[in-house]
């Protein structure tokens, strides 16, 4: 996604998610939720990142964003 921000001169998004991908593949664990549910937030209903950038890049994020989260809500309940 961020390479279609660039591509599309979409300043604001690009802004936005340029550092998603270095602080979820680099950081801490306890730090992934925060980092997945601001990625998350990117797929707002007033203002959404979908209305910016092609669906062939938007929809498989969402996908892996919230299979993260589920997996990190898994592991928060199992100890």
């Known amino acids: 996604m961020v390479a ?4 599309v001169g979409h300043a604001r998004w ?3 998610l340029e550092p998603l991908p270095d602080q979820l593949r ?6 992934l939720r925060k ?3 601001r990625a ?10 979908r209305d910016a ?5 938007t929809e498989p994020f ?3 964003i ?14």
């Open 35 to 37: 980092v997945g549910l």
């Open 4 to 7: 279609a921000a660039r591509e």
């Open 40 to 49: 998350r937030a990117a797929y707002g209903p007033k203002d959404s990142v």
């Open 26 to 31: 680099d950081g801490e664990i306890g730090d």
């Open 53 to 57: 950038l092609p669906p062939s890049v």
């Open 14 to 16: 690009l802004a936005y």
């Open 66 to 79: 919230d299979k993260l989260l589920k997996e990190l809500a898994r592991r928060e309940l199992a100890g």
């Open 62 to 64: 969402l996908v892996a």
